[in-house]
């Protein structure tokens, strides 16, 4: 049933319809309680009196919930008249009552074991109800026309399964090197003596005092390291390939943990306020080194406040625009209590995405860093471990899918068209909720896997969760793009990561744009899509500056074919990235803006006279029939503000 706004839920109980669920789009999966017979009546009443008009004036549409919409992943594989059994999972409608859900559950085993099948596993709650079943292919068809059931899948399976991580030993591991830029670390000092991570340390510094006493190392700083130096790890692992370690690392510490609260994030050292630790750091490995690339796993512990950016946010952009160097930043981790509940309220598998949307779920400083690349969190994995007797276990996330800690937009700035941030995401993990409903943190299906403290004596990978660890995979996609090309600016570097990102699949359900790039950015970046062309993808690039108030024109060569078109759809994808000055206090933080359009149909020299009648104070275009090309979204809405996209 879909409705144009949302109706009271007494108005459909009052037609003996039992409200199952619904979505942000105001459609309502219901269940009739007696067949149908009430709402039959009341439609009838409708039709020929216009009674009720208050209620069925808002529904758009009924529509039956059939075999179709209860077929969930994995069932496409199966044969249809498959042999024997096959085992499923079986999601129950969730019900007001535990007596209802008992019920509910009876009917389905019911259908299983008349038809030569059995159940296997039940985790039955008023809330979430599942079974896990070993059915025949007529059980599967009668499963998928039974009312009570929500949905039919088969059972997910993690990306990597512990067993072939959790316990292996160094020496069946075989650890492969490939050339590429140095990434600058700011963290908490790593276990260099790890056995995986020897020789791609390069340095390790702590630039304190030398008479302040540090904390002993934490973990983070070795699994953030890990990310950095092999973005392959889980499909190599997975495949029992070598291990691909890339390029190398340089570190700073700046992090340790906080003896007040074990078990916790890590806090600056004392010693100094943290913009001056990180100012101090990149200075020291850019000066030093000739390092241009840097990763920041830091993340405050509150949303970021609209109404003024904090010293290390600005101190970031400042330093991005006078070494010419790319920083790399996460949007900090949204807690959810262990009711699955986040500050907002909302809960994490109920009621995705809203909560993306909240004031609480906003992005942490330094996130908005305006020339930084903020970096959101996906789900790599999107099941839990594999272990007996677990059933009704369920990750938060679907593989490829926003993870529920991960923060999102709008960034900086007062208008609507500044409004986005993260620029990208990238793998970081997921959460898992229980069959009772609490949070289970760092499953070992659903996490990601990276190099531990533990490595040099004991287990070499644990498994980690957050923002912290996407961002570390972004930076080293960025240093490849600065190894590959070496006389490439900051800003260069930081277009093509933009241009060689694509939304996941999961991103592309959520249809509005403005949304989408709150939760996903520009989506994942890769570092083929960003260093390469193709024989149907061609990339163009221009590396250079302006002075402000004038234009650019810049001829872009048009192959015949794709002139011509055909019935595939033709895309013109536009990465432009700039580095204006900052300052916090102003109510714009951006001190200048930057725009472009794409004319077809029209000499260079007829252009550049046209433009030259513009007034620099107009913003209006002044040309507005076919020549200009109408790109989505507009050319005025910044995908993020250091490096924009339009497809």
């Known amino acids: 049933m879909r409705a144009g706004s949302r109706p009271e839920d007494s108005a459909f109980e009052g037609r003996g319809l039992q409200i199952l669920g619904e979505t942000v789009d105001y459609t309502y999966f219901v269940l009739a309680s007696d067949h149908g017979e009430s709402l039959h009546a009341a439609l009838q009443l409708y039709a020929a009196t216009g009674e009720l008009r208050s209620f069925f004036n808002q529904i758009d549409n009924i529509e039956p919930y059939g075999p179709g919409d209860r077929t969930g992943p994995g069932l496409d594989s199966l044969e249809h008249n498959f042999a024997g059994t096959r085992v499923i999972d079986v999601a129950v409608w969730p019900s007001a009552a535990y007596a209802e859900a008992q019920r509910r559950a009876a009917i389905v085993e019911t259908i299983v074991t008349q038809n030569g099948g059995e159940v296997l596993l039940r985790s039955v709650s008023a809330r979430r109800s599942y079974l896990r079943v070993a059915t025949t292919a007529l059980g599967l068809d009668d499963l998928l026309n039974t009312s009570v059931v929500e949905l039919v899948r088969t059972p997910p399976v993690p990306f990597l399964d512990f067993r072939d991580w959790r316990s292996i030993d160094i020496a069946a591991l075989t650890r492969a090197q490939q050339q590429s830029e140095v990434v600058g670390v700011l963290d908490d000092s790593p276990e260099s003596s790890h056995p995986l991570l020897a020789g791609l340390v390069l340095s390790d510094e702590s630039l304190g005092p030398p008479d302040y006493q540090w904390q002993q190392r934490g973990t983070h700083g070795t699994e953030v390291v890990g990310r950095v130096a092999f973005p392959r790890l889980h499909e190599e692992l997975r495949d029992a390939l070598p291990l691909t370690a890339v390029g190398a690392v340089r570190v700073v510490r700046i992090l340790e943990p906080d003896p007040a609260r074990p078990g916790h994030p890590p806090r600056f050292p004392t010693f100094a306020t943290p913009h001056e630790l990180v100012d101090h750091a990149i200075r020291h490995l850019h000066g030093t080194y000739g390092v241009r690339v840097f990763n920041l796993s830091v993340g405050y512990s509150e949303p970021f406040n609209d109404l003024h950016v904090g010293p290390l946010t600005e101190t970031i952009d400042d330093l ?34 809203e909560y993306f949307f909240s004031p609480e779920h906003r992005l942490a400083e330094p996130g908005p860093a305006a020339l930084a690349v903020t970096v959101g969190a996906l789900a790599l994995s999107g099941a839990p471990a594999e272990l007996p007797g677990r059933v009704g276990w369920l990750a938060a996330a679907d593989a490829d899918e926003a993870a529920p800690f991960s923060r999102s937009g709008p960034g900086l700035g007062t208008s609507s068209r500044r409004a986005n941030k993260p620029d990208v995401t990238h793998y970081g993990g997921n959460t898992v909720i229980n069959d009772v409903g609490n949070v289970v943190q760092n499953d070992l299906g659903a996490s990601l896997v990276s190099t531990s403290t533990q490595g040099s004596g004991g287990q070499l990978f644990a498994a980690v969760n957050g923002t912290s660890f996407a961002a570390p995979a972004v930076a080293r996609v960025a240093a490849d793009i600065a190894y590959t090309y070496p006389d490439a600016s900051a800003n260069l570097i930081r277009a093509l ?38 024989a149907t993808r061609v990339t163009m690039t221009y590396d250079g500056s302006m002075p402000v108030d004038t234009v650019q024109i810049h001829p872009l060569p048009v192959p015949e074919e794709f002139r011509r078109g055909s019935r595939r759809d033709r895309v013109i994808s536009v990465a432009l990235a700039f580095d204006p000055p900052v300052r916090r206090q102003r109510r714009e933080y951006l001190a200048g803006t930057i725009k472009f359009d794409v004319y077809r149909d029209i000499d260079p020299d007829e252009l550049a006279a046209i433009l030259q009648r513009q007034d620099p104070d107009d913003p209006s275009d002044i040309i507005g029939d076919r020549r200009r090309l109408n790109l989505q979204p507009g050319v005025n809405r910044l995908f993020a503000v250091g490096g924009v996209v339009r497809r």
């Open 320 to 353: 991005v625009r006078e070494l010419g160097v790319v920083v790399v930043v996460p949007t900090g981790n949204a807690p959810a209590g262990l009711d699955a509940r986040t500050h907002s309220g909302h809960h994490i598998i109920n009621d995705k995405p």
């Open 497 to 534: 990561l933009a241009s060689g990102a694509e939304p996941t699949g999961p991103a592309k359900t959520l249809q509005e744009h403005h949304r989408r790039s709150r939760v996903y950015g520009l989506g994942l970046p890769t570092v083929e899509r960003a260093t390469t062309s193709e």
